[in-house]
Nanobody, 129 residues
Framework: VQLVESGGGLVQPGESLRLSCAAS??????????IGWFRQAPGKKREGIAC????????WHADSVKGRFTISRDNAKNVVYLRMDSLRPEDTAVYYC?????????????????????WGQGTQVTVSS
């Protein structure tokens, strides 16, 4: 199982980015996989920001990104996306995607990083004027 993130970069406040997470070694089309996006800013703990569990029909976004970020998946391409609009300087972080082959990790009100099994290497997002 491998996850590879891409799409990060340097943007100005208010701009948008779309992160991609290409999965290999398994199929996202399988209902029991949960997928999540996390981020970690310098000196801060890793933070769950969005997740999706197709089997339980749960899609969750953290309050800090709700209305600005959207998680989605393209099962045919085996890719997970994170659309990020109205970016703010406080969104600056390394962004990671992760998957859980047990279906755990993504819940109605949170995403638990310790329940994900596989992680990508991360992609840097910097929001600065």
């Amino acid at each position: 199982v491998q996850l590879v993130e891409s799409g990060g970069g340097l943007v100005q406040p208010g701009e948008s980015l779309r992160l991609s997470c290409a999965a290999s070694g398994f199929s996202l089309d399988l209902d029991y996989y949960a997928i999540g996006w996390f981020r970690q800013a310098p000196g801060k703990k890793r933070e769950g920001i969005a997740c999706n569990n197709k089997m339980s029909k749960i899609t969750w976004h953290a309050d800090s990104v709700k209305g600005r970020f959207t998680i989605s998946r393209d099962n045919a391409k085996n890719v997970v996306y994170l659309r990020m609009d109205s970016l703010r300087p406080e969104d600056t972080a390394v962004y990671y995607c992760a998957t859980s082959d047990s279906g755990y990790g993504c819940y109605e009100h949170t995403s638990r990083s310790d329940e994900y099994d596989y992680w990508g290497q991360g992609t840097q997002v910097t929001v600065s004027s």
